[in-house]
């Protein structure tokens, strides 16, 4: 994994540049004032949240093992999907597909897209609005308003462990520094000791320095610009499926309407009009976007 890779080399390269210089690693063993900066790092985060912004935080952290898998085989899969429902629903009407709404995970249309079908965002999105063009008669920008509340809702609650993790990647540092003025209180209080050791002390007393920097800048503030890409790639997800359904709702046929959702993606993950054109033609027997 990327996150895990950066993590390394940015250890690999402070310490080894370190020991490259002359220097020892074990001075830089200093579990105290580590617990001290950890520790303290971690009741300030517990003081400044509520419980589902830890709550939250705790389950974004465990999440980085797992890629959002939103790339642009995920995409082609995303459009053609939304393509084949929309064809359905013009041509037999938004009733015809009432079913595979009720009853996602025995559609025979979902079942060709286990990826989309397991992604709980992407579905519950997708169904509670398909529901709601089914139900209602909704007009295009009474759907939209809807969306984006839900988007912006989305977004905000996205966002609350990367802000909770910036803020505490801004106090590591002065935690660092406290841990480290209370290493140097402890060897100028030791004054009956030789000149050698209390050099030793006053050395690891800085670490606490060292750590503070290097556990904000090096872990906490790369962790929290994930979750907030993790975020923005969910977001930009949820408004391809947001203008593909607008779309569809303004009367667009579904080969245009997809082309919405299309244009709505980053240019790395975007397929070509042909690419799109050829996987739903060829992967689901689905006619030419052009002429269908």
């Not at 370190?18 to 617990?35: A, D, K, R, W």
């Not at 660092?176 to 209390?198: E, T």
């Amino acid at each position: 994994m990327l996150i895990l890779l950066g993590l390394f080399v940015a250890m690999a390269s402070a310490l080894g540049g370190f020991v490259l210089s002359g220097g020892s690693l074990g001075p830089l063993y200093q579990p105290t004032e580590l617990l001290m900066i950890v520790g303290a790092a971690l009741g300030a985060f517990i003081a400044a949240n509520n419980g589902k912004a830890i709550r939250a935080t705790f389950a974004a952290v465990a999440k980085f093992k797992r890629s959002t898998g939103y790339d642009k085989a995920f995409y082609l899969d995303l459009l053609g999907m939304q393509y084949n429902l929309l064809n359905k629903a013009r041509r037999e009407s938004l009733l015809a597909v009432e079913r595979d709404v009720d009853e996602p995970q025995q559609s025979p249309l979902f079942a060709q897209y286990p990826q989309l079908l397991n992604d709980p965002l992407l579905m519950g999105f997708l169904i509670d609005y398909l529901r709601l063009l089914i139900s209602l008669s909704l007009q295009a920008h009474e759907l939209d308003e809807l969306m984006q509340h839900e988007i912006e809702e989305f977004e905000n609650e996205a966002h609350l462990p990367a802000d909770a993790l910036h803020k505490i990647s801004d106090g590591l540092p002065a935690f660092g520094i406290v841990a480290a003025v209370l290493g140097v209180v402890k060897a100028l209080s030791a004054v009956d000791v030789g000149p050698d050791l209390m050099g030793q002390m006053i050395a690891h007393a800085l670490v606490g320095t060292f750590l503070g920097i290097y556990l904000a800048y090096g872990v906490v503030a790369p962790l929290a610009s994930r979750i907030e890409r993790q975020a923005g790639e969910c977001v930009k997800m949820l408004h391809c499926l947001r203008v593909t359904l607008l779309a569809h709702v303004k009367g667009i046929p579904p080969q245009l309407a997809v082309e919405f959702g299309r244009k709505a993606l980053h240019s790395s993950e975007r397929p070509t009009a042909e690419e799109l054109e050829n996987h739903v033609r060829g992967g689901n027997g689905q006619p030419n976007l052009a002429t269908a």
